[in-house]
């Protein structure tokens, strides 16, 4: 089953990507799921809603979120290939930040 997604760059353009995806390295299995994904491939928006609704209330239940608290000098890393990331706005100091995207493999 593959999840469809919008580009941000071209609002009518349509992706297929592997909503299950298995890390090169690890093996493990992981969800490719967030609010860019739109529709199932092969499922009706219809269907699909109440599908990416459920899997998104799990992904982001408690126990599965790492909440960093930020503190001067530190240095963040993670594999997006393996987890989710969603910057909550609930701080008040300047933070500088980079981000640095790695080529990578064909997800599968």
Known sequence: MAAKMRSTDKPQTRTAHPLVRTHPKT?????????????????????????????DTHSTRP?????????PDMLVIWDNRAL???????????????RITIGGDTPY
């Not at 199932?40 to 459920?54: G, K, N, Y």
């Not at 126990?63 to 503190?71: D, T, Y």
Request: with cysteine; aromatic share 14%.
């Open 27 to 55: 093996g493990k299995k992981s969800l490719y799921l967030g609010a860019h994904v739109q529709i199932l491939d092969r499922f009706t928006q219809a269907e699909s809603a109440p599908l990416l609704e459920f899997l």
């Open 63 to 71: 126990e599965f979120i790492c909440r960093v608290s930020w503190r």
């Open 84 to 98: 989710q990331h969603y910057a909550i706005p609930d701080y008040n100091k300047r933070r500088r930040m980079h």
